[in-house]
C-alpha cells in the first residue's frame, strides 16, 4: 500500500518548456488535490478532482491544466512554464464521508524554471 | 485576504514543556479543522482534527481546542519531544459545500529543544 505517489521528484525547465507531474493513489480515493507551496508559505490550491471524471479550478489555477485520467491518477500540466511557477507541488487525496476528513498527501515534486 | 492566518512562523519549546501552536480564521462557513504535520522533503501529515460542534478533541500528545466565537483553534502538545520539530500547518473546511477543499495556514515552525 504505497498511499500516494508522485513523479517526478525533482524537475528542471527552461521557461516555456512544457511538463506533466503524475500523482497516483491507491487507496480508492474519490477526491484528488494540487497544491503548490512557495517557501514560507501554506498550500495553495491549484485544482482539485471531487470524482473522476470532473476537475475543477481551486484558489490558483493560472498557467496549469489536469487531467483525471482515472479514479486512481490526477495528473497536473504546465503547457509553457514561468520562473513563477518554481514550487513545490504536492498532490493529495481523500474520501469525503470519512469521520476525519483528512487529505494523505504525497511526497512532493520540486520543480524549478529558469 | 487570507482566510486562516498563524501568526507566529516559529516557536522554540524545550523537551518535556507544552508546545501550543495558533490559528485564527475568519470564514465563519468552516466547520471542520485540521492540523496536519510536516517534516522537511517530506508531504504533510495529518496529525489531528475538530469539528465545529465540538470545542476539544484529545488524540494521545495532542490536543485541539476551537473557540468558535473567537475563531481561533489551538493545538496543545503535552509533553513535547525533539520529534515533534516539524512545520504545523491548520487547515479549514466548508464541509458541507465545499468537495472536500481545505484552506491552509502559512504554518508554523516548532523546535523542540533537547
Known amino acids: 500500500n504505497a498511499g500516494v505517489t508522485q513523479t517526478p521528484k525533482f524537475q528542471v525547465l527552461k521557461t516555456g518548456q512544457s511538463m506533466t507531474l503524475q500523482c497516483a493513489q491507491d487507496?480508492?480515493?474519490?477526491?484528488m488535490y494540487w497544491y503548490r507551496q512557495d517557501p514560507g508559505m501554506g498550500l495553495r490550491l491549484i485544482y482539485y478532482s471531487a470524482s473522476e471524471g470532473t476537475t475543477d479550478k481551486g484558489e490558483v489555477p493560472n498557467g496549469y491544466n489536469v487531467s483525471r485520467l482515472n479514479k486512481r491518477e490526477f495528473s497536473l500540466r504546465l503547457e509553457s512554464a514561468a520562473p513563477s511557477q518554481t514550487s513545490v507541488y504536492f498532490c493529495a487525496s481523500s474520501e469525503l464521508g470519512d469521520i476525519n476528513y483528512e487529505q494523505y498527501f504525497g511526497p512532493g515534486t520540486r520543480l524549478t524554471v529558469t | 485576504d487570507q482566510q486562516v492566518k498563524q501568526n507566529s512562523p516559529s516557536l522554540s519549546v524545550q523537551e518535556g514543556r507544552i508546545s501550543i501552536l495558533n490559528c485564527d480564521y475568519t470564514n465563519s462557513m468552516f466547520d471542520y479543522f485540521l492540523w496536519y504535520k510536516k517534516y522537511p522533503a517530506e508531504g504533510p501529515t495529518f496529525l489531528i482534527s475538530?469539528?465545529?460542534?465540538?470545542d476539544k478533541n484529545e488524540d494521545g500528545r495532542f490536543t485541539v481546542f476551537l473557540n468558535k466565537s473567537a475563531k481561533h483553534l489551538s493545538l496543545h502538545i503535552v509533553p513535547s519531544q525533539p520529534g515533534d520539530s516539524a512545520v504545523y500547518f491548520c487547515a479549514a473546511s466548508d464541509y458541507s459545500t465545499n468537495a472536500g477543499k481545505s484552506t491552509f495556514g502559512d504554518g508554523t515552525t516548532l523546535t523542540v529543544k533537547p
Open positions: 487507496m480508492n480515493h474519490n477526491s
Open positions: 475538530i469539528s465545529s460542534i465540538k
